[in-house]
């Protein structure tokens, strides 16, 4: 096969992305909820050696990447990281992998179960990485108002809070949204309610389509809160009043 033959961007979106020197791509592997078991290490390790160079680089997002796969042994190592219960990363215009700290599944400062809310955004709403959007989209949750994995800087970022407007200071979910990093940086901003599990999958349900509807290609939701204005955005995904 030419190179010039190639379709980069399926490639992209299983998760083998062209890396700068020629011919070669880098592997990006992840698993739900960033959590590697020993199998998956070792198949990796496996595939590092086998089809690469021998090493494997941690990402800012979780996932784990080998770089130097020859287009070549592309379908190999697919169907390896298949048998390993591995899954791909992606690139592109696409949601990402949506990442999560521990919470309280053993983070002495986790207020809520992260885990189960990625699980819940995945099966309930469908909405997992590798979804094609008009550009990139990122969603995070935190397990407590530390936001290890930076909510505010993520289209969609989730933390749990004690909401100490009520007589019971319960636990529940603070939501910022239209924070993204890249050459168009924004922080955030925070919705003025402290909301449920349930809540929080309506608020992303609505924002990933109201984006997928109406964003332009290459236009980060940040971009496109700012050009229809936020009270108009939070008026079409159900927030009238609540930014
Ligand atoms: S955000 Fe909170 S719960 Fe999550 S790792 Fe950081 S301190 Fe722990």
Redesign the pocket.
């Known amino acids: 096969m030419l190179l010039e033959n190639i379709d980069y961007d399926n490639l992209k979106k299983r998760g083998f992305l062209r890396q700068k020197q020629e011919g070669f791509f880098i592997l990006r592997a992840r698993r739900r909820h960033g959590v590697f078991e020993g199998k998956h290490l070792e198949s990796l390790i496996e595939i590092s050696n086998k089809y690469a160079k021998g090493f494997i680089h941690a990402t800012t997002r979780q996932g784990l990447e080998i770089p130097y796969i020859k287009y070549e042994d592309i379908p190999a190592v697919e169907i390896q990281i298949r048998q390993a219960g591995l899954e791909t990363g992606t690139s592109g215009p696409r949601l990402r992998t949506t990442t999560c700290?521990?919470?309280?599944n053993w983070?002495k400062?986790?207020?809520i179960n992260?885990f189960f809310l990625y699980d819940r955004i995945e099966q309930e709403l469908n909405i997992k990485c590798a979804l094609d959007l008009p550009h990139k989209f990122k969603i995070v949750i935190?397990?407590?108002p530390?936001?290890?994995?930076r909510a505010q800087q993520s289209e969609i970022g989730v933390?749990?809070t004690i909401d100490f407007s009520t007589a019971d200071k319960h636990i529940g979910y603070a939501v910022y949204l239209g924070g993204c990093g890249g050459k168009t940086p924004r922080m955030g901003f925070k919705l003025g309610k402290v909301f449920s599990e349930d809540e929080v999958l309506i608020i992303i349900k609505n924002v990933v389509d109201f984006f997928k509807h109406n964003a332009k290609p290459k236009q980060r939701l940040a971009l496109l809160i700012e050009e229809i204005g936020r009270e108009k955005f939070l008026k079409e995904v159900g927030l009238n009043g609540i930014g």
Do not use: D, Q, R, V
């Not at 700290?101 to 309280?104: V, Y």
């Open positions: 700290c521990p919470g309280n983070c400062s986790g207020l992260t935190s397990g407590c530390n936001t290890c994995t933390h749990g």
